[in-house]
């Protein structure tokens, strides 16, 4: 059974910090990764995707990492703002499936 | 990209009553998900809406209580049958496209 993990549970920064958010799944046989955000309240919106055969992608002042051989995937945001606050979720799915195995989320607070 | 919305975007309901959630998405899809997060918790697949075939539903939930339609490739609804305080979570219809897409979520609170 697939379990994602993420650390740290909540983690406080100031404004213009570069900043790592870790992802760990236990089965490496996933199709894809990804990362979200969730503002309170609201729904997610997806921030990266990244597929089993990639090392990176990045979009803007984010890059997410995955290295599935040991499980893990990274979200380094840079130059972080109090408008990136918010909660950070990766989700991982197998090959030849559609469900989504989520982390718990790392809530980010950005400290003007 | 797809947009998905949901009604309601929240509700406030009594014990032992239903609740019915629909989801809209602007393009037509094969599979839509219905997903459940409990306060402080993370995100749960409920199950897996196919159009013209019955939900396919996760371990821990069946459709006496969880009843799912999905008339067509645009459109579904998830019921919460005969709610507790336990159910109150916020509930999220997904579509995937390569990408996963969320709507913006029901929040429940079950009195």
């Known amino acids: 059974k697939q379990e994602v993990t993420q650390i740290p549970a909540a983690l406080s920064v100031p404004e213009g910090e570069n900043l790592v958010l870790n992802c760990s799944f236990t089965d490496s046989a996933i199709y894809n990764l990804q990362w979200f955000r969730q503002d309170p309240g609201k729904g997610l919106t997806s921030l990266l995707l990244i597929q089993s055969s990639q090392r990176e992608q990045t979009s803007g002042r984010l890059n997410a990492s995955l290295d599935k051989s040991s499980g893990r995937s990274t979200l380094y945001i840079a130059a972080s703002q109090p408008g990136d606050s918010a909660t950070y979720l990766c989700?991982?799915?197998?090959?030849?499936?559609?469900?989504?195995?989520f982390g718990q989320g790392t809530r980010l607070t950005i400290n003007p | 990209s797809a947009v998905i919305s949901q009604k309601p975007s929240r509700d406030i309901c009594q014990r032992g009553t239903s609740l019915t959630i629909q989801c809209q998405v602007d393009s037509q899809v094969t599979m839509m998900f219905w997903y459940r997060q409990q306060p402080g918790q993370s995100l749960t697949l409920i199950a897996t809406a196919n159009q013209g075939s019955e939900a396919t539903y996760e371990s821990g939930f069946v459709i006496d209580k969880f009843p799912i339609s999905r008339p067509n490739l645009t459109f579904s609804t998830l019921t919460v049958s005969n709610m507790s305080p336990e159910d109150s979570s916020i509930y999220l219809c997904t579509v995937s496209q390569e990408t996963q897409y969320f709507g913006p979520g029901t929040r429940l609170l079950v009195l």
């Open positions: 989700a991982v799915k197998r090959e030849g499936a559609q469900k989504l195995v």
